[in-house]
């Protein structure tokens, strides 16, 4: 198995800013079949361990983006900025 992959960007950023809860981003990632617990998920927001690229890219899916958004060194609020700025967001976010 790959070595995890060190977000980026702030994951609780980003899920508040999607306006979504631990609980409520937990719950949407084990719609997709994983079993992830709100600790894992706070533990991995503050850095007390890292998250697998398996979870981050669940994560990224819960969060309607790409996982590349959560990996890469670009800063956030100027990716923030260019979704709120795009007319529907197409370019940025994850089609199923």
Avoid: K
């Avoid at 690229?53 to 996982?67: C, E, Q, V, Y």
């Avoid at 609020?77 to 967001?89: H, K, M, N, P, Y």
């Amino acid at each position: 198995m790959p070595n995890p992959i060190p977000p980026q960007v702030s994951l609780r950023a980003l899920r508040e800013w999607r306006g979504l809860t631990l609980e409520q981003l937990a719950d949407e990632i084990r719609a997709q079949g994983h079993n992830v617990s709100v600790t894992a998920l706070n533990n991995a927001e503050l850095g007390h361990r890292q998250a697998s690229p398996l979870l981050l890219d669940a994560w990224a899916r819960a969060l309607g983006i790409r996982s590349t958004h959560i990996r890469q060194g670009r800063d956030l609020r100027q990716w923030v900025d260019a979704i709120d700025r795009s007319a529907d967001g197409a370019d940025l976010v994850e089609v199923a």
